[in-house]
């Protein structure tokens, strides 16, 4: 049974204003709400807390191995959400999704190959590409009055022009809360395996999804399994980022030795036993916390968008919870960022960090209490009306 907004509020809603937490001490510091970086603001059920305090209180915080069961826990979790399994032998893991972004990119490319990205995009896809020494070629979403899509046509003329090797996608999409059709997700595959393109898919928020959209896993298209690489976890859907652990599968065999011999050579690779025991609990206890969070985002994203789409336009959000909203006309000369910063006392993620063009647009993390989110629509709407008189 899922809990109302309300009960899992108070259930599970913690002040972390006081905490070393990155999102709530930049708050502090510019005395702002913070709806920046993606983690919620909410603690994870009693039962995971229990069994992972178990663990601390035993204290045997020796080299540790998985739970025997960890593949029959993480599938059942896989197979009752998405309708997926993955072989055991598939699946590597690293400390983080960003961690596998960079390992897949070092391993299976070259320094000066070109790797394809679609934009905007959370920017640590291409710092990744740039920082390994790769060619950044970027593709423009298409914006359709809120509703991103691929741009088809420039994607393989870009592929064939630059000879790109890989593309890293990013589904659900991080900040355009695009869940991607199956027939999108195919049209693009195809486009790749034709053009011996190797597919990443960090799907890092695909357990996040609002009513009406269900989320596609790349390789739940099995036709163009040799050609794709799933990096997902569950660090975004409990709000585990201090447990960094991160699951890379590879079904294609070549691809696979590769990313081995890789992470051999830069001693990768082993699993943090403790990191992986969050994810495992709550693969077990999660459910009900996991679909009342599904509903709060949702309620959430649909009050934000009541009360504000008659001023402001914003993407569907149809995945994630994190809104794209552009501030245009009201922040004027001002960037979206610091027009809410400034007049409104919200911290929030910047637009041109996504992409320069972007410079109105700021990402708003939902993944809050409902008060938070009518005092930050209330200080909003205060300035829309006082800018447009
Ligand atoms: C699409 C995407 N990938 C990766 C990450 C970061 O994941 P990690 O902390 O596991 O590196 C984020 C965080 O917001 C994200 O949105």
Not at 75 to 87: A, D, F, S, V
Not at 110 to 134: H, V
Not at 343 to 356: I, M, R, W
Request: charged content about 25%; overall charge positive; proline content about 3%.
């Amino acid at each position: 049974m899922n809990m109302d907004s309300k009960t899992f509020t108070e259930k599970y809603y913690i002040d972390r204003s006081k905490q070393n937490t990155v999102k709530w001490q930049r708050g502090r510091k510019l005395k702002a709400l913070p709806l920046w970086v993606a983690d919620m603001d909410f603690k994870d059920d009693e039962r995971v807390i229990e069994k992972l305090e178990e663990f601390i209180r035993f204290g045997d915080y020796g080299y540790n191995n998985l739970p025997e069961d960890y593949y029959k826990v993480y599938n059942n979790y896989q197979l009752e959400r998405n309708g997926i399994t993955y072989k055991q032998e598939h699946i590597r893991f690293t400390r983080g999704a960003v961690d596998a972004l960079h390992q897949l990119v070092c391993a299976l490319t070259e320094k000066g190959d070109a790797i394809l990205i679609n934009t905007p995009l959370y920017p640590p896809f291409k710092g990744t590409i740039s920082s390994t020494k790769r060619k950044v070629v970027e593709s423009k979403m298409i914006n359709e009055n809120g509703h991103f899509v691929l741009n088809y046509k420039d994607i393989e003329k870009k592929i064939i022009r630059n000879k790109v090797k890989m593309l890293m996608l990013c589904s659900p999409h991080n900040p355009l809360g695009r869940v991607f059709s199956k027939a999108e997700l195919e049209k693009l595959f195809a486009l790749c395996k034709k053009n011996k393109v190797i597919i990443v898919a960090d799907e890092v928020h695909g357990d996040i999804i609002m009513k009406g959209h269900s989320f596609t896993p790349a390789l739940s298209l099995k036709k163009y399994q040799n050609n794709i690489i799933s990096i997902n976890a569950v660090s975004k859907t409990f709000s585990l980022a201090v447990y960094s652990h991160c699951h890379v599968v590879i079904p294609n065999n070549s691809l696979r030795k590769k990313f081995i011999a890789y992470q051999q050579s830069i001693h990768a690779g082993s699993v943090n036993a403790f990191n992986a025991l969050a994810s495992y609990y709550n693969f077990q206890y999660g459910k009900e916390w996991l679909d009342s969070v599904n509903e709060l985002i949702y309620e959430n994203y649909c009050y934000f968008k009541d009360k504000l789409s008659a001023y402001l336009k914003m993407c569907d959000l149809e995945g994630s919870y994190l809104l794209f909203v552009n501030l245009a006309p009201y922040c004027g000369e001002m960037s979206g960022a610091d027009f809410l910063l400034e007049k409104c006392h919200l911290l929030v993620n910047p637009g041109e960090s996504f992409d320069p063009d972007y410079r109105s647009w700021v990402r708003i993390n939902l993944a809050t209490s409902p008060a938070n989110i009518r005092k930050a629509v209330k200080t909003i709407l205060k300035q829309i009306k006082e800018n447009s008189l």
